[in-house]
């Protein structure tokens, strides 16, 4: 008998012993153990004969789950991803894994039944039917076209066929018999109607070469960034790279940074390229669906899967591309949890299996950025757009404009001009809400919420105060809470704020709002999405998740409100930020046969970012950014890592953090340790939050740090706090 150590999702670093009870499992195998008086599924990692516990203590393997084991890549994965992030490997391997195979409760849905006519049922003359029974004649007919068929297909077909067809199993005409899931073919359901002859794209020079020098790169490791400005056809070039790969037989991970673009690129691959078998994986996904092609990619059966960031562990034998659209996107960053970068796993992932990997952006992070300056990436830059020119930037100083409204005067006769020639507009607000707070004339009192150290955001169309950070609301009030008068104004513009102006400036138009609060709905917005390509809207109002990849072809002017609040902010990020921000909104303007125009208003119209906005100048911004960050000693400079904690004490908190710094001291001379701060918000629910921020000016160096750090942590760990290790971090 022998020892096997196994990953299990709990928040210790380490594996537990367990005996194999002679099932010859292989290093990969799902299993289900007994762990603490109850049963859980984990992951065997490794194989052992020896043990530091006693055997006779040993508790053994009680069941293995009907699934192929996880591949070498993915176990490489995971232990990679526990050791960099500082996170426990069970629990990594858990948040790779779909929620369906983690649960007990499914072990026994491994298997299903499928149906199948036998000799006498082929028969011509066996199953007789009446003349009026139509849904049998179909149920026949499709046992007849197939050698088997699933339950699932028998209920589309007639929705009492199973009861039919256990009569004709009965009856000695149809063989039923059970199926593991893990060998069942993969056929892709298209979500749209495809011609069978695939739509041509036509590549222009810039296209051309770009594709040619990524494919002939095939077969070794190489990360290129793919540098194009908006609208300039990058993902041409994804087709026709991924059209390559399919018909040489390989697979293609295409990660995006949002749920929202999924169906839109989704389309667009089935439309030009229906012939392959395709799958998005993404969050919103029900979990047996998510399985299904979580298995069927992995079984090699699906050549291209297009995925949020959690796809990035997708098991794909035949990986011979990775394709990271919209690389610079802060989505690519788990926020909570193991804290991983997609983006830079997916790097990794390719280094380990030697193929290349396009980071696509018009406006790259600055890492990435520098990386290529520094000939670590090579550089692919398209320059122009193949169909009408990039839009004219216009940048208004509002500095000493009085209006009444969000919007400016000349935005408005720009919307007005739009309207007229039957065109859209889009204003972009990066703030959801009608108001930033609410506030007293009288007294200066401001809206707070009494949980956390932020104020709440007053929402008119429900009226209420909501924070966004801990969900607490309370009714609008009529009057001032501490004085009690009457005189209350909202601070701050919001899309809510913005949506009501235009209504009133256009009460005639079709005026949609795309936000947060507005596509909570499983098909929100893909119908919205839906509204606007038809025509039926004219204005639309949205946040940053319109930023991202979208084509509205009658979109001709953008409107930029309430930018300039993002340079006040303390995080060091917030201007490279801002700049991608603006630039991947203006490119949305007249990506079709029409011209756009983008205006943008700002009352600090010298700004630098607003110059590079205006000529489309991404370069000249980043290096300025980039020399900023130097002097400084910030990222993409030097590394970073925070250690984040929440407590209900602030003193146990600084406490913590102090006692994490002394650690960090002593385990390494060669990293810079800032004192222990509160966060940016320094209390959400109740719990108050702070951090320690640790620099070094080499990664080993930092890792070597973190390893000791975590195993200390680990060791003497406090339930009074919650922590987590976030290494580098998006931001302060």
């Known amino acids: 008998m022998s020892i096997v150590q196994i990953a299990i999702d709990v928040p210790i670093n380490t594996l537990f012993d367990y005996m194999d009870q002679g099932m010859e499992l292989e290093e990969g195998s799902l299993v289900v153990i007994p762990f603490r008086g109850r049963k859980k599924i984990g992951v065997v990692l490794k194989k052992s004969e020896k043990t530091t516990y006693k055997q006779t203590r040993l508790k053994s393997v009680q069941q293995v789950l009907p699934l192929s084991p996880l591949s070498t890549e993915f176990l490489e994965l995971a232990e990679f991803a526990s050791s960099y992030y500082c996170y426990p490997i069970g629990q990594v391997v858990a948040t790779f894994l779909p929620a369906y195979v983690r649960s ?175 799958c998005s994986m993404n969050s919103r996904m029900a979990d047996g669906a998510r399985f299904k092609v979580w298995e069927a990619a992995r079984q090699g059966n699906i050549q291209l899967v297009l995925g949020t960031r959690l796809a990035v562990a997708a098991e794909l034998p035949k990986l011979s591309l990775i394709i990271v659209d919209e690389e610079h996107d802060s989505s690519f960053k788990q926020k909570d949890g193991l804290r991983y970068s997609a983006r ?153 704020r913005v949506e009501e102006d235009l209504k009133s400036l256009f009460p005639a138009a079709g005026i949609l709002r795309v936000d947060s609060d507005s596509t909570k709905g499983k098909d929100s917005f893909v119908n919205m999405r839906k509204k606007i390509l038809e025509g039926t809207v004219d204005i639309i109002v949205g946040t940053q998740m319109l930023t991202k990849g979208h084509n509205f072809p009658r979109l001709t002017l953008v409107g930029i409100v309430g930018a300039d609040s993002a340079l006040y902010s303390p995080d060091y990020m917030a201007t490279e930020k801002l700049f991608q921000q603006l630039i991947q909104v203006s490119g949305r303007a007249g990506r079709g046969s029409l011209y756009g125009e983008v205006l943008v208003q700002t009352y600090f119209d010298k700004n630098v970012l607003f110059d590079a906005v205006k000529n489309h100048d991404f370069d000249t911004v980043a290096k300025h950014i980039l020399k900023e960050r130097q002097e400084a000693g910030f990222p993409p400079f030097v590394y970073q890592v925070i250690i984040r904690a929440e407590s209900r004490s602030e003193k146990q908190l600084f406490d913590f953090l102090e006692k994490v710094a002394n650690l960090a001291e002593k385990a390494s001379q060669d990293v810079s340790i800032y004192d222990p701060s509160p966060a940016i918000i320094s209390k959400i629910a109740d719990h108050y939050r702070g951090q320690l921020l640790i620099q070094a000016k080499k990664r080993h160096q930092l890792s070597s740090v973190l390893s000791k750090l975590f195993l200390s942590l680990q060791k003497n760990y406090d339930k009074r706090v919650r922590w987590v290790i976030d290494r580098d971090p998006h931001g302060l």
């Open 344 to 496: 830079d796993l997916a790097i990794y992932r390719a280094k380990k299996r030697k193929i290349p990997i396009v980071l696509g952006s018009a406006t790259p992070s600055l890492e990435t950025y520098k990386n290529s300056l520094d000939g670590k990436f090579e550089k692919i830059t398209i320059r122009s757009r193949p169909v009408v020119q990039l839009p004219d930037v216009i940048v208004i100083n509002i500095q000493n404009q009085r209006f009444g409204l969000s919007i400016c005067p000349d935005l408005i006769r720009a919307i007005k001009k739009r309207i007229l020639a039957n065109e859209q507009t889009l204003i972009y607000i990066n703030r959801r809400g009608f108001a930033t707070s609410l506030i007293c004339n009288t007294c200066g009192w401001v809206s707070e919420c009494t949980r956390c150290s932020a104020k709440l955001t007053f929402h008119k169309s429900t009226s209420r105060l909501i924070c966004h950070y801990c969900g607490h609301w309370e009714m609008e009030r009529d009057s001032c809470h501490r004085c009690g008068s009457p005189d209350l104004f909202g601070l701050g513009d919001g899309t809510q």
């Open 104 to 278: 007990l409760r499914n072990t026994g849905k491994y298997q299903i039944f499928q149906y199948g006519l036998n000799v006498k049922g082929r028969l011509s003359d066996t199953i007789k039917l009446k003349k009026n029974a139509n849904a049998l004649r179909k149920l026949k007919y499709l046992l007849m076209s197939h050698k088997a068929v699933t339950e699932s297909q028998i209920r589309k077909v007639h929705k009492n066929g199973i009861r039919a067809i256990e009569k004709w199993v009965v009856a000695g005409w149809v063989s039923k018999f059970k199926v593991d899931l893990s060998k069942m073919p993969y056929h892709a359901e298209n979500n749209i109607e495809v011609d069978v002859t695939p739509s041509k794209t036509i590549l222009t020079s810039e296209q051309f070469r770009a594709s040619n020098k990524i494919w002939d790169s095939r077969g070794t490791f190489k990360v290129w960034l793919l540098h194009g400005v908006t609208g300039s056809g990058k993902t041409e070039i994804y087709l026709d790279l991924i059209k390559k790969i399919a018909l040489s037989g390989g697979q293609v991970l295409v990660l995006i940074p949002e749920i929202n673009l999924s169906p839109q690129l989704e389309d667009r691959f089935r439309t030009f390229l229906p012939f392959l078998d395709m």
